[in-house]
């Protein structure tokens, strides 16, 4: 059972951990679309603090993450999903029912959020010390 999900994953936190844990328990492969700096760039409207190569050894490095690939655009969701040949999407529910039209390719879970933790709030955190 391939397990895909998919974040930018800046200043990799305990939440990020939590759902990437869970997210692999749930099958035997869990595949990782991290980001793109760009991609970031037009959503967030700021780049990450990591570039996507950093990003994408660190959570390359974790034990249970199995393979990881640059998510280059939201809309090539559908053809990430295909090529990857994903069993099941997991999500965090910040992102609940946004996936649900690839249903009909594979199971789609939202799981819930880490309360209380966020790159944005450990920027925060960092600023003010
Ligand atoms: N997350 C979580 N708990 C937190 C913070 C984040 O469970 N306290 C989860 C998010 O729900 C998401 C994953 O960690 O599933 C990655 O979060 P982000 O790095 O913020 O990624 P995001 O901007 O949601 O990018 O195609 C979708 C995007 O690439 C997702």
Redesign the pocket.
């Known amino acids: 059972m391939r397990v895909i999900?998919?974040?930018?994953?800046?200043i990799l936190?305990?939440?990020?951990i939590?759902?990437?844990k869970r997210a692999r328990e749930m099958g035997s492969e869990l595949i990782v679309?991290?980001?793109s700096d760009a991609?970031?760039e037009n959503?967030?409207g700021r780049k990450p603090v990591y570039s996507e190569f950093e990003r994408m050894e660190i959570i390359r490095s974790l034990r249970f993450v199995d393979e990881v690939f640059l998510?280059e655009s939201?809309e090539k969701?559908r053809e990430y999903l295909i090529h990857h040949q994903a069993d099941l999407l997991?999500?965090?529910?910040?992102?609940e029912g946004k996936f649900d039209e690839f249903r009909d390719i594979c199971d789609v879970r939202y799981?819930?959020?880490?309360?209380?933790?966020?790159?944005t709030s450990i920027i925060e955190v960092v600023k003010s010390l």
């Open positions: 999900t998919f974040g930018t994953f800046d936190h305990y939440g990020h939590r759902i990437l679309g991290v980001s991609l970031n959503k967030k998510e939201l969701k997991v999500m965090g529910n910040d992102w799981l819930e959020r880490t309360p209380s933790i966020s790159t």
